[in-house]
């Protein structure tokens, strides 16, 4: 099937698209948009990834593990700190508001699909102390911005060891290596 079958029919070839392997996929994020005329984004992700930042999206946000497991951090108000095992074949939905980090280690591949941003809508990226759960930072913005902004924006968190550090505790939050996942945890 062509590439533009697939879209004229709606149809996408996952296992096509996960055959094609990492040079479909570049840059850090390592996802590729389906159906960018939807009002749903629906976005193919491969793992590892390499995070410790908290996202927090105006709406709900659903993960479909295609292969293998990854987990999904969430902090949620009295709950504190979850940690979520999506195993293949699960799904998994963070309420919107709810801060989520999905962690995905090599080899993985699934499907997050969320409703398109509209203007005007806000989100947020927050980091939390690993030693005392503080929260360091948080940054809004207009979601129209996050898009271009992510990368530099996490970037210049990481690079800076001042922004990184606690204010509660003085612990300063390492910088974040490709995910790998431990079960026994």
């Given at each position: 099937?062509?590439?533009?079958?697939?879209?004229?029919?709606?149809?996408?070839?996952?296992?096509?698209?996960?055959?094609?392997?990492?040079?479909?996929?570049?840059?850090?994020?390592?996802?590729?948009t389906l159906?960018?005329d939807?009002?749903?984004?629906v976005?193919?992700?491969?793992?590892?990834?390499?995070?410790?930042d908290?996202h927090?999206?105006?709406?709900?946000?659903?993960?479909?593990?295609?292969?293998?497991?990854?987990?999904v951090?969430?902090?949620?108000?009295?709950?504190?700190?979850?940690?979520?095992?999506?195993?293949?074949?699960?799904l998994?939905?963070?309420?919107?508001?709810t801060?989520?980090?999905?962690?995905r280690?090599?080899?993985?591949?699934?499907?997050?699909?969320?409703?398109?941003?509209?203007p005007?809508?806000?989100?947020?990226v927050?980091w939390?102390?690993d030693?005392?759960?503080?929260?360091?930072?948080?940054?809004?913005?207009?979601s129209?911005?996050?898009?271009?902004?992510l990368?530099?924006?996490?970037?210049?968190?990481?690079?800076s060891?001042?922004?990184r550090?606690?204010?509660?505790?003085g612990?300063?939050l390492?910088?974040?290596?490709?995910?790998?996942?431990?079960?026994?945890?």
């Open positions: 099937m062509t590439e533009h079958a697939e879209e004229r029919d709606g149809i996408v070839s996952v296992d096509h698209l996960r055959k094609a392997g990492a040079e479909a996929f570049p840059g850090a994020l390592a996802a590729k159906y960018p939807s009002q749903f984004e976005v193919l992700v491969r793992g590892p990834n390499a995070r410790n908290f927090v999206n105006p709406y709900d946000e659903l993960f479909l593990q295609v292969e293998g497991t990854i987990r951090d969430t902090r949620e108000p009295r709950a504190g700190l979850r940690r979520n095992l999506v195993h293949e074949g699960e998994f939905v963070v309420p919107a508001g801060a989520h980090s999905p962690l280690p090599e080899g993985t591949w699934g499907l997050v699909v969320e409703i398109r941003r509209r005007g809508d806000t989100e947020a927050e939390y102390c030693r005392c759960d503080a929260l360091i930072e948080r940054m809004t913005m207009e129209s911005q996050m898009i271009e902004s990368m530099p924006l996490l970037n210049a968190f990481q690079d060891a001042e922004r550090t606690c204010r509660s505790c612990t300063v390492a910088k974040p290596g490709p995910f790998v996942l431990d079960e026994s945890a």
